[in-house]
């Protein structure tokens, strides 16, 4: 289980964070957070992988449950 940022100034972001660890494990369940809603992976988590998403700013009931929703 991994929680990824979608963005990551001068480095690699979760999407391509992403395909790097499927490389190693197929099995790799992900959640994806970020600040920028209005972002494609965001609003199909799914297609790009993810089995979760939590947006920033974000409590711990929100992480929780997308913690969850990845583990199912």
Do not use: C, W
């Not at 660890?21 to 494609?40: F, I, Q, T």
């Not at 965001?42 to 969850?68: C, N, S, T």
Request: charged share 20%; net charge negative; no cysteine.
């Amino acid at each position: 289980m991994v929680v990824l940022d979608l963005t990551v100034p001068g480095g690699m972001g979760g999407a391509q964070t992403l395909n790097a660890l499927r490389e190693l494990d197929l099995e790799v369940r992900a959640v994806v957070s970020s600040g920028y809603s209005n972002d494609p992976v965001m609003a199909r988590f799914e297609e790009h992988g993810f089995r979760g998403v939590v947006r920033k700013p974000y409590v711990i009931d929100q992480m929780a449950e997308a913690l969850v929703m990845a583990l199912n």
